[in-house]
């Protein structure tokens, strides 16, 4: 288990200190791979724990059970302190940010946790995307704009998403693109 | 079981004959009260079998798994060949049809389908939404619209879709007609 001797990572997970950090990166990876190799359904935590060298309590502390824990993975996926982009351009901000969600999505893994997210979200306040509508404001506010983002949410990740769940294999490379100019279209 | 002696529905469901009918219906009343009991997670082919009155021998040869089942059912769960509104103005017959689908998704049970039928999909050409695209497809085709059936589904279908899975508590009575509004803007 290599994860227990790498640097603390960055952001949110350095907050935690090193020995949670360590573990959290563990339990990461360790489900990451579990879903790649049999599918969410049959990942359960006894299975995560082994995998990841971690006692099966401390995940059963953290998360309760195994679809918050996947929920919550797949919300931090993809890390929410990274470099956004920042080309003082609107429209070339929010193509970036867009591309990178694709490429991101593109991965098995991280595709497999998305819909682990979907299955365990639930009628509360659950929204295991609430971090990319967290820069979809920043990048919004930071240009003056006036697009609320909801505009964002309706018509640039929820087209991501919904190919991502039902029809992975549209994830093409002009998507981004195209769901930005579509959103300043008739603006 | 009062499934049994209900007439035949009409449809696809026909089709299938009689005694296939009502296994049919049974087992998808079975299944949407589990899932609104008891949650996703917690369903499985024994459990609905006994709920449905009907032998699981009958269940796995038709379906394989409880997740494959759940997914057959999402789809279908909106009856494929029930009238689609037909008024001569195209916006207002999107307008009619997304509406239909907030109000399908609004009820809990159906909710609880989708997210599972989204946990379901696969690399495959599983889409527990195809027959939604098929319905926009008709609707465009018969109104001569140049409008590409994917606007439909990025634009309307799929801000539904998000929302139902992640923001429930957002599907607002204004919401078809926003989508469908935004869909027109600018082209």
Redesign the interface.
Known sequence: MSATSRPATPGPARRTGGRSAAVLAAVRSAVEDLVSERG??QVTIPMVAERAGVNPTSIYRRWGDA?SMINDLATYRIAPDRPLPDTGDLRADLTGWAQELVEHFRQ?AAAALL??G??A?G?GD????RNRRAEATMLLDRAGSGLPVD?V???V???V???V?????TLDDDLAAR?VD?LF???
């Open positions: 969410i359904a679809a098995p819909r682990g979907a299955a979200a009628d659950s929204d295991c995307l505009e949410i309706d018509h990740i929820a087209p998403v919904y190919r769940l039902f029809r992975p294999w769901l579509r279209a008739g603006r």
